[in-house]
């Protein structure tokens, strides 16, 4: 669900799908996924909106990147039907370079190993084909099979990509 508050602190509620004034309950985006996390937003010049979050929970794990329109509806222009999937993802964090290009940051899950990722799609929600292989940078920690998490990112003046989380060495 999204909720915009006002600079007053007050609820907006000319937005909204819902009884609930203000509130967006956003459709289903990983078809039978019991719990869909949205982990980051931002919002557009136009007043739509990227968030990017997970489904999971009763259906195999799904990264997720939806835009929304000013109003909090899918807008179906962007990636297929208003969303990007990305199976085995988690997805934290969201940025917009300065040519409107969609960059996220998170893990896949390969056979119980992490790998911090760093991916990046045109406006259209299609990969961008110029940034690492086919828009996904995977960050090979140590060659051990140790796990990366990216929790933050934030873009450079130049659009490069500056991200941030933790390490884990089992054991």
Excluded at 30 to 35: I, Q, Y
């Amino acid at each position: 669900m999204l909720a915009p508050v006002n600079a007053d602190g007050s609820v907006d509620t000319g937005f909204g799908n819902t009884s609930i004034p203000g509130v967006v309950v956003l459709p289903e985006i990983v078809a039978g996924s019991r719990m869909q996390t949205i982990e980051a937003m931002r919002r557009l010049d136009d007043g739509s909106l990227i968030v990017a979050g997970t489904g999971q929970v009763d259906v195999p794990l799904k990264g997720f990147v939806v835009k929304l329109d000013a109003d909090g509806a899918l807008d179906g222009t962007f990636g297929s039907a208003g969303k990007v999937l990305l199976p085995l993802t988690f997805l934290h964090a969201v940025a917009i370079d300065s040519q409107g290009r969609i960059v996220v940051a998170g893990e896949t899950v390969d056979t119980g190993v992490y790998t911090a990722n760093v991916m990046r799609f045109n406006a259209d929600g299609t990969p961008n084909a110029t940034f690492g292989d086919n828009g996904t940078v995977s960050l090979a920690w140590d060659g051990a099979g140790n796990s990366g998490y990216l929790a933050d990112l934030l873009m450079t003046e130049d659009d490069g990509v500056i991200v941030a989380g933790r390490y884990e060495v089992y054991g």
